[in-house]
């Protein structure tokens, strides 16, 4: 039998985003209860598929739940019209290049992921 | 001769560096126009979601009920499809719609009536020379066809967005919180909807902010009230509601809130209701719970209450649920003719949008006149997009 094991993640933004962020904000960011940055542009949040074992990590490290239950979530935000925050599902590569190229994006990808790229800021490694 | 063999051996074996400098070259060429255009995509994606266009979602669920009493027979009910319409028009606007068929709805053709379309020459109809046409009428329907929700959001500050149009009525958690993908029964709480209205025409003013390291939001409304389609309002008052929203900084998720609802009904009837409830959820482990009352004053007769009010609890494993739910209702208090129902239950989730569910009721009547029940209830449902 094989076990795989859970992938450090990295939290990411773009490296011109110079605002603090707690790992409580970043839970309350995509928890929909953050939805901007101190200067009022809106928060661009990607997350990877729910299938992503890094996506499993962080939503357990996080927001204390399985992605699938993280994932049913925000799937009710959407249809009871209650979303205030639009949560952009992406691939991990185009996680981390929308990151890079978005001044107002906030991602997360699997931390042997990111090593050559230049223009994304690492806030914190979870496992 | 020899200066010329040598001159030829030495572009032969430079020739391959020199393809390869240029295949090099326009591959480093290649990939900055696609960095580009992929750039360009993502910026796309991110800053014009208005310019999507409008998206259309919705659910579905079916279900096969059996119930304990004899009048009422086993059936698969193919409960829901709705269907959702939205747009983001602007950074600040949007559109949002529910149209649902319920129950499938089924019209059909009935007898063929004989309609008069022409009176004849003479102006006197009934004569023999008038003209009549066979064309068939909706004879039987079943279901029904159903607005839920068409409104209009302007979001000025996260602290302060406005509705207008039809939306669900604020109150509580059920009552938004109540598609069957995402909720783990197909039964709700007796209370729900029969305390606060399932949905307002009217206005809200909503929104949230954070207080040190509390959230708080809101949801101040005015609409038509009860029994008021948006075609028509019968009376000259308007139903006033709020609800606050409390979310607490401790364990995984820690909410608190209450409803407040004021309106005065066709009849007269004053009604005051009150609503509080909490959720909160650590690991695998979720409790919710909500309470409500109503007060009615009719402008004749004795003043009574609606009152209900239910705990549930949830334990997630895997892709499990497991859940059970004691609610309790009483339609009128000052007759005593209360039910509780007691409810188990088990979810399967197969994706984050496809469930089966499992679920036992027992209900218990109050009034001898009404036997008490068990129903059970297998369900499929599906969330389509969003």
Redesign the interface.
């Known amino acids: 039998m094989t076990v795989q094991a859970e992938p450090r993640v990295a939290i990411i933004v773009n490296s011109e985003n110079s605002q603090p962020l707690t790992l ?1 904000e970043i839970s ?1 960011i995509y928890n929909d ?4 940055w101190n200067n009022h542009e ?1 928060i ?1 949040i990607f997350n990877l598929p ?1 299938a992503s074992p890094a996506r499993e990590t962080f939503s357990r490290a996080l ?4 992605a ?2 993280a ?6 935000r ?5 979303s ?1 925050n ?1 949560q ?1 599902v992406k691939r991990e590569r ?1 996680v981390i ?2 990151v890079a ?2 001044r ?2 906030i991602g997360y990808v699997k931390a042997s992921s990111i090593t050559q790229h230049k223009n994304i800021k690492v806030l914190f490694y979870i496992k | 001769m020899k200066q010329a063999i040598a001159t030829l051996y030495l572009a032969l074996c430079l020739c391959p560096a020199i393809t390869q400098a240029a295949t090099t070259a326009e591959l480093e060429a290649r990939l900055q126009a696609l ?1 580009e255009e ?2 360009a995509i ?2 796309y ?3 014009n ?1 208005q310019d999507q266009g409008m998206t259309v ?3 579905t669920d079916a279900a096969y009920t059996v119930d304990s009493r004899n009048s009422i027979s086993p059936s698969i009910h193919l409960h829901h499809l709705s269907l ?1 319409f ?1 747009q983001e028009i602007s ?1 600040k606007w949007r559109f ?1 719609s529910e149209i649902e068929f319920e129950d499938t709805p089924q019209f059909e053709t009935g007898n063929p009536v004989s309609v008069l379309v022409d009176c004849g020459i003479d102006t006197m109809c009934g004569t023999p020379d008038d003209t009549y046409t066979t064309i068939n009428t909706l004879g039987t329907s079943e279901g029904k066809i159903f607005t839920e ?1 068409l ?1 209009l ?1 302007f ?1 000025w500050r ?1 602290y302060a967005s406005f509705r207008i149009g039809r ?2 009525t604020p109150a509580g958690i059920w009552s ?4 069957p ?2 909720v783990a029964t197909q039964e709700r709480p007796r209370h729900i909807r029969k305390i606060f209205p399932q949905t307002t025409d009217g206005i809200t003013l909503y929104g ?1 902010t ?1 207080v040190f ?1 509390h ?1 708080v939001s809101y949801d101040l409304f005015a609409g038509n009230g009860e029994g008021n389609s948006s075609q028509e309002d019968q009376n000259n008052h308007k139903a006033l509601g709020l609800r606050l929203n409390l ?1 607490l ?1 401790y364990l ?2 820690f909410t608190v809130g209450t409803t407040l609802y004021y309106d005065i009904l066709n009849d007269g009837t004053d009604k005051n209701a009150f609503g509080m409830h909490t959720k909160i ?3 695998d482990v979720e409790l919710q719970a909500e309470y409500a009352n109503a007060l009615l004053k009719p402008v004749i007769g004795n003043s009574y209450r609606k009152l209900g009010y239910y705990l549930q609890g949830l334990y ?1 494993l ?2 499990w649920t497991l859940g059970l739910r004691y609610d309790f209702y009483d339609s009128q208090t000052r007759l005593k003719v209360n039910e509780t129902t007691r409810s188990l239950f088990v979810n399967y ?1 197969i ?3 496809l469930n089966l569910k499992l679920e036992q009721h027992a209900t218990d009547f109050q009034d001898p006149a009404v036997e008490n029940c068990y129903k059970t209830i297998i369900s499929i449902n599906a ?1 389509l997009g ?1």
């Open positions: 409580q309350n209860r953050i939805t901007t809106k661009d729910t927001l204390g739940m399985s699938m239950r994932a049913a979530n925000e799937a009710n959407h249809i009871t019209n209650t205030r639009t952009h185009l290049l929308s190229t978005n107002n994006a | 960095q992929i750039r993502t910026q994606e991110t800053s979601r979602a919705g659910y959702f939205k950074q949002f929700a409104n959001d979001s996260a939306f669900f938004i919180d109540h598609y993908p995402f949230i954070s390291t959230f979310d900084p995984n998720n959820r650590q690991g997630q895997d892709n989730h994706t984050e949008n969330s969003h």
